[in-house]
């Protein structure tokens, strides 16, 4: 059994990775870091843990764990590791954004790789630090990769991406009050927003140039999941396409194809991806639906620790899902 240790428990992420990891073959919880919650049982901030979690949370770290995972907002992963040291042979999962881009993946010492794994699995393989991709990433790249692989994202590519309200994190703010949030939608940053940064990142090691992206986020009326509309100008016949992701993810046991549109309680709950391919004259249409926290997150995050370890990729990640 390796040793996790978790920074910043308390939140969506940090409760997801909780979860995962007290039932995982392989890995055991060290230890939970809280400044504000040191001494508290777990389960009293992640009720549904009552029963099945007796740790509590601490505001000491052990620098000999095996892996340590991140789960802190974005730009303070770098300040905590400025604060704290941890031993050569902790590997360090990142799940905010302060490691994705190539210019950022140095850090004092360490070396991030990019963890999508159905991009550079076998670099993840060989890592010791992974900077784990973002939720919008992650959908939108397991839509358009295959694609880039054979360089066939030539035109403008238009994407329609909605997140549910547990996007916006743990901390209430205007957007995410449910008399605000509930029977609405509405659009931030338009065109903007970061993940395009690692988005284009990933292209562009695959076609080698970079399409142009017109990416509007949507805020919907709902928890979890992201559903992720891309479409574009292309020649190709569905079948040839079709052909061509079943091949790109032959080897990926969480990233499906669909000859039936997809929805997202097909992905709740899970670390899976289901993509679903539609072409209307010249114009193909992806759709591409993830759980935002799971396989957005702390279920991607865990099949990194997977595949640093040697474990099985699936290990730990054999979720039920929340069909109804």
Known sequence: MIKAG??????YTGGELIRILINHPHAGIDFVYSTTRAGKPIAETHEDLVGSCSLKFTDTINPEVDV?????????????????FFSAKTKVIDLSNDFRLNKDSSYKKREFVYGLP??????????QNIANPGCFATAIQLALLPLAKKG???????????TGSTGAGVSPSATSHFSWRNNNISWYKPFTHQH???????????????PNIFMLPQRGNFTKGIFVTSYMK??????????????????????????????????INTNNCFIHL??????????????NLIKGASGQAVQNMNL?????????????GSYF
């Open 196 to 210: 395009l940064g690692e988005i284009n990142q990933s292209i562009v090691s695959l076609q080698n140039n970079q």
């Open 118 to 127: 159905e991009l550079q699995k076998e670099k993840i393989k060989n890592a």
């Open 68 to 84: 340590l995972f991140l789960c802190l907002g974005h730009g303070n992963s770098k300040a905590f590791l400025d604060e704290h």
């Open 152 to 162: 066939l994202l030539a035109t403008n590519i238009h994407i329609n991406a909605i």
């Open 308 to 320: 640093l370890f040697g474990f099985d990729e699936c290990d730990g990640l054999k979720l039920k």
């Open 278 to 291: 539609h072409k209307h004259e010249d114009v193909l249409l992806i759709t591409s639906v993830i759980d």
């Open 6 to 11: 978790i920074i910043g428990g308390s939140g």
């Open 234 to 267: 292309f020649e190709n016949s569905l079948e040839e396409t079709w052909n061509l992701y079943k091949d790109f993810y032959v080897k990926d046991p969480f990233t499906h194809l669909s000859t039936k549109e997809v929805h997202l309680k097909q992905v």
